[in-house]
Structures are given as structure tokens and as C-alpha cells.
């Protein structure tokens, strides 16, 4: 988590050069970069820089920018958003803000929302009752962002009472997945009646002729956000902060997102959206390597290995 952190190097000493590192898509925060500087009419160059370079702004997940202000990396600053939720979009003192985020979905498929009917896969507490459901989801150990969702549920019900609750669904599920299109491969074919999937792995592939369409379910969901934060190190505040006040508030970079088809919905929009603030489930309990990758072995060991059900690519 150590982001851009040389004690006495500052970011770039080009007074016109904004420097980002970041875990995100490079195409999607290029378009946002370009459209940025188009939109100002600035002769500003932003470059983004992998994280062993000392940069002006950190855009990542939610977790990274916990730890770099619980490391003293980041500085506060101020930018022109609503008040967004403490400890789920936004820090206590201003030193990271919100920008969108990732939750999970259920993805239907519509032939079996027709059969069982629509109003019976609302609910996480919907899924145990339905008797002859089939459901796949990508295995929870498999990457970073898996994890993500993994330790953010776990946060919110409690390891041991999440993974009581998977045991329930577990003959039901035909398959835990190495990569995150099986799931929905599997839903779209009607293989699988049910997927467990992030709105982004779905977001490209609906349209009007897609077999399946996906639910927020309505208790609240994991969801893994992405933020920004500037770095202490940095003498560029002032043009880092009204870069990422742009991106929060600026219909292009909501159209770049959309075009994209990221899947990722807006921090700032979150109180009209069926999942308001309340139910974005954020990891709050897990806070290093060690603990998060503990909690995915206990996946594997209780979860994964305790069945016998089949893994696929």
C-alpha cells in the first residue's frame, strides 16, 4: 500500500504536469485525462505513472486509499460534492472522496425469472428458497477485486454468518469460476439460472437481445468503490482537486464511463439509486494482506474444498 512515498522526492517538478497512479482501467482514465483538459482549455499534461513513481493523485479502491491516509500519505482537500457517506464513499477528514462503484449483481436469466416469477429473486434471502435454482459465481479467493467482495460481506454480515449462508445455497451452485465471464456465459446459455457477478463483468453485454438481466438486491450489496486522493508529496493541490471535483461532477465524464460501458455507478448519484448508501457494503473489517488473504483461505478450506461441485474456466 506503499503508493508513491520517496520521504524527500515530490511529484513531478514540471509545473504543468499532473501525475495520477492508479488501479484502474488506463484506456478509461486516459479518455477521463483528455476530456479533462479539453473540457478547461488547459495546457496542463496529466500522465499517469505506475505506483513506484511519485505522483500528484492515487485513484484506486477504497481499501488502498484507507491505508495510504492511515499511512500519513495523503493530504485534505476539499472539492465541490455533496456530503457522501463517512467511511463508505468518503474519509472522515476529507483526505479521499468517492468517484463510483462496483457492486455485486444477481444476473437472471429471463426464461427462469419467467418460470419462478420476477418478484422472487429480490432478495439475498430469496436465493435459499428457491428450490430448483441453479447458480454460479466466480470463486471469492480468485483476484483482488473477488476478494474485494468477499471481505466487503463479510464486513457487513460477519465472516461466520456470510459463509453459514453460502453453505445454504450450496447445492444449488454448479459451479465456482476461475474467471468472471464464465458466470455469465453460463446465465446467458440458460446453464445457470442465477449468477453472482460485479455490475461491471455485465454492464457490456446487455441489450435488448441479452437472455438475462441482472438485480441490485434490495437489503444492499458488496460493492467495491474507487476513489481519489491526493498525496502529501504533491505541489500540484489545487489543479489535482479540481481534476477529480471534474470527474465527480461532469456529465462528460459520466458519458466516457457510459461509452465504455465500465458498469460503475456514481458515488455522487447515490442517494437516487436503488442502492442508496446504506446499502453499498463496504470492507471494513480487513485491513492488511495478511488478513484479507486469511479470510479467502477460510473461503477455500470451508466454502470451496468442503464441495464437491465442479470449477470451469
Same mark, same amino acid.
Request: aromatic share 12%; charged share 25%.
Given at each position: ?9 515530490? =511529484? &513531478?517538478? *514540471? ?6 497512479? #492508479?488501479?484502474? $482501467? ?5 479518455? !477521463? %485525462? ?7 482549455? =488547459? &495546457?496542463? *499534461? ?6 513506484? #513513481?511519485?505522483? $500528484? ?5 477504497? !481499501? %488502498? ?21 463517512? $467511511? ?226
Amino acid at each position: 500500500f506503499m503508493y508513491g512515498c520517496k520521504s524527500k522526492e515530490t =511529484s &513531478s517538478t *514540471t509545473k504543468n504536469e499532473l501525475l495520477i497512479t #492508479t488501479t484502474l $482501467d488506463l484506456g478509461l482514465m486516459q479518455q !477521463l %485525462a483528455d476530456s479533462y483538459l479539453q473540457d478547461k482549455k =488547459s &495546457s496542463l *499534461t496529466i500522465r499517469i505513472v505506475d505506483k513506484a #513513481t511519485p505522483a $500528484d493523485i492515487l485513484i484506486s479502491d477504497r !481499501l %488502498a486509499l484507507v491505508n495510504a491516509d492511515k499511512n500519513n500519505l495523503l493530504q485534505k482537500y476539499t472539492i465541490q460534492a455533496k456530503n457522501l457517506p463517512i $467511511d463508505t464513499l468518503a474519509s472522515k477528514d476529507g483526505q479521499w472522496y468517492g468517484l463510483f462503484y462496483d457492486p455485486l449483481v444477481f444476473l437472471i436469466n429471463h426464461n427462469y425469472a419467467r418460470k419462478v416469477g420476477q418478484e422472487h429473486i429480490k432478495s439475498w434471502y430469496d436465493l435459499p428458497q428457491l428450490t430448483d435454482a441453479r447458480l454460479t459465481l466466480e470463486n471469492f479467493n480468485q483476484s483482488d477485486s473477488s476478494k474485494d467482495i468477499l471481505t466487503a460481506i463479510s464486513s457487513q454480515w460477519g465472516q461466520n454468518e456470510f459463509f453459514k449462508y453460502i453453505k445454504t445455497l450450496r447445492p444449488k451452485i454448479i459451479t465456482y469460476a476461475k474467471f468472471p465471464i464464465t458466470p455469465i456465459r453460463l446465465t446467458a446459455t440458460g446453464d445457470a439460472d442465477i449468477a453472482l457477478t460485479r455490475r461491471s463483468n455485465v454492464f457490456k453485454y446487455l441489450d435488448s437481445d441479452f437472455p438475462a438481466y441482472y438485480v441490485l438486491p434490495k437489503e444492499g450489496t458488496p460493492c467495491i468503490v474507487y476513489g481519489a486522493g491526493i498525496f502529501k508529496t504533491s505541489t500540484k493541490e489545487k489543479a489535482a482537486a479540481d481534476f477529480i471535483s471534474w470527474i465527480v461532477n461532469s456529465p462528460d465524464a459520466k458519458l466516457i464511463n457510459a461509452n465504455l460501458k465500465t458498469g460503475f455507478l456514481w458515488a455522487e448519484d447515490s442517494d437516487k439509486l436503488a442502492l442508496a448508501p446504506d446499502k453499498i457494503w463496504v470492507n471494513t473489517f480487513y485491513s492488511t494482506p495478511e488478513q484479507i488473504n486469511k479470510v479467502a483461505d477460510e473461503w477455500i478450506n470451508n466454502i470451496r474444498f468442503e464441495t464437491k461441485t465442479e470449477e470451469i474456466n
